[in-house]
C-alpha cells in the first residue's frame, strides 16, 4: 500500500499536468507577440491579461496543495521549539558553568607552570653563577671563596618542590669544585680536563630533565576541553570597509514608501547617497 505522503504528492503533480498545457500555449503566445499598431496592441494587452490571470491560477493551486503541509511543518516546528527552548537554555548555563570553572583550573595551572619554570629558572642561574665562579678560581683560596659562597649555602634557599633537584645540583657542583682543584693542581692533565667537560654535561642534562614531571603533572586530561573558535565584535561602525556592509533594504524600502505618501518625493531624488525614481512597467487592467 503506498505511502499517504506519495498518494498526496502524485495527486499534486496530476493537477499541475491539468494546468501545463494551458500554461505551455500561454507561453508561446507571449514569446511570439509582435506589437506595431493598435490591433495587435490590443492582442497582446489580452494575452499579457490572460497569462497573468493563468499565473495567478497556478500560484493559488500551489498555495492550497501546500497549506495542510505548511500547517503540520509549523506543528511540527511549534512542539519542537517548546521542547528545546527551555532545554537549550539550561544546556548554555551548564556550559557557561562548565567554562567559568575550567578557565578558573587552566588559571591555576598556567600560575603553577609559572611558579615551576621560575624555580627551574632560578636553579639554571645558580648552577651557572657557581660555575663561574669555580671556573674563575685561579688558585685554592680563590676555590674555597666560591665553595663558601656558593655551594655551602645553597640549600639554604628555597628552592621549593625542587629540593631535592637542588640536593642533587649540589652533589654535581662539589664534584664540579672538585675538578677544579685537580685542574689548578695539575693544569696539563687530559684526564682532568675530560672529566671537567663531562662534569659539564651531566649538570646540564641535570637541568633539563628539572620540572619535566611537574609539568606533566599539571597537564589537563578530562572528558570536556575549552575550544577555542575565532569571531568578532564592532568596535568603530565608521572604520569597517564598505564591501563589509550590506544594505537594509528592508529600511530604505520603508523610507522611499513614506517619503512619497508625504510627497517628500516627488522627482528623481538623491539623500544619503541612494538614489530614488520611478521605474517604468507595464500595467494591465
Given at each position: 500500500?503506498?505511502?499517504?505522503?506519495e498518494?498526496?504528492?502524485?495527486n499534486s503533480?496530476?493537477?499541475?499536468?491539468?494546468?501545463k498545457k494551458?500554461?505551455?500555449?500561454l507561453?508561446?503566445q507571449c514569446?511570439g507577440l509582435?506589437v506595431?499598431?493598435?490591433?495587435?496592441e490590443?492582442i497582446?494587452?489580452?494575452i499579457i491579461?490572460?497569462?497573468?490571470?493563468?499565473s495567478?491560477?497556478?500560484d493559488k493551486t500551489r498555495?492550497?496543495?501546500?497549506?495542510?503541509?505548511?500547517?503540520i511543518?509549523?506543528?511540527?516546528?511549534?512542539?519542537?521549539?517548546?521542547?528545546t527552548e527551555?532545554?537549550?537554555k539550561n544546556v548554555?548555563g551548564?556550559k557557561?558553568?562548565?567554562?567559568a570553572?575550567k578557565?578558573?583550573?587552566?588559571?591555576?595551572?598556567?600560575?603553577?607552570?609559572?611558579k615551576?619554570e621560575?624555580l627551574?629558572?632560578?636553579?639554571?642561574n645558580?648552577?651557572?653563577?657557581?660555575e663561574?665562579?669555580?671556573?674563575n678560581?685561579?688558585?685554592?683560596d680563590?676555590?674555597k671563596?666560591?665553595?663558601?659562597?656558593?655551594?655551602?649555602p645553597?640549600?639554604?634557599?628555597?628552592?621549593?618542590q625542587?629540593?631535592?633537584?637542588?640536593?642533587?645540583?649540589?652533589?654535581?657542583l662539589l664534584n664540579y669544585?672538585?675538578?677544579?682543584m685537580?685542574?689548578?693542581?695539575?693544569?696539563e692533565s687530559?684526564?682532568?680536563?675530560a672529566?671537567?667537560?663531562k662534569?659539564?654535561?651531566?649538570s646540564e642534562?641535570?637541568?633539563?630533565?628539572?620540572?619535566?614531571?611537574?609539568i606533566v603533572?599539571l597537564?589537563v586530561?578530562?572528558t570536556s576541553?575549552?575550544?577555542?573558535t575565532?569571531?568578532?565584535?564592532?568596535?568603530d561602525l565608521?572604520k569597517v570597509?564598505l564591501?563589509?556592509?550590506?544594505?537594509?533594504?528592508?529600511?530604505?524600502a520603508?523610507?522611499?514608501?513614506?517619503a512619497?505618501a508625504?510627497?517628500?518625493?516627488t522627482?528623481?531624488t538623491i539623500?544619503?547617497g541612494i538614489?530614488?525614481?520611478?521605474?517604468?512597467?507595464i500595467s494591465i487592467?
Open positions: 500500500m503506498e505511502d499517504k505522503l498518494i498526496e504528492k502524485k503533480l496530476i493537477k499541475f499536468q491539468l494546468l494551458t500554461s505551455t500555449e507561453a508561446i514569446e509582435k506595431t499598431d493598435s490591433t495587435t490590443a497582446a494587452t489580452n491579461s490572460e497569462a497573468a490571470a493563468f495567478k491560477t497556478i498555495k492550497e496543495m501546500k497549506a495542510p503541509y505548511i500547517k511543518n509549523k506543528d511540527i516546528e511549534s512542539a519542537a521549539k517548546e521542547l527551555g532545554l537549550n548554555q551548564a557557561d558553568e562548565l567554562l570553572y578557565q578558573k583550573v587552566e588559571a591555576e595551572r598556567q600560575e603553577e607552570l609559572r615551576v621560575a627551574k629558572r632560578k636553579l639554571e645558580y648552577k651557572e653563577d657557581t663561574m665562579a669555580i671556573d678560581a685561579e688558585d685554592m680563590q676555590l671563596a666560591a665553595n663558601v659562597k656558593w655551594i655551602k645553597m640549600l639554604n634557599e628555597d628552592w621549593g625542587f629540593t631535592s633537584e637542588a640536593a642533587s645540583m649540589k652533589k654535581l669544585g672538585g675538578l677544579r685537580a685542574t689548578i693542581m695539575n693544569p687530559e684526564a682532568v680536563k672529566e671537567v667537560v662534569a659539564k654535561v651531566e642534562e641535570a637541568i633539563e630533565v628539572v620540572a619535566v614531571e611537574e603533572n597537564e586530561n578530562t576541553n575549552v575550544r577555542k575565532w569571531t568578532h565584535e564592532v568596535l565608521t570597509p564591501e563589509w556592509l550590506m544594505l537594509n533594504e528592508a529600511k530604505v520603508a523610507y522611499r514608501k513614506e512619497v508625504k510627497k517628500e518625493i522627482e528623481e539623500t544619503s538614489r530614488f525614481y520611478q521605474k517604468e512597467s487592467r
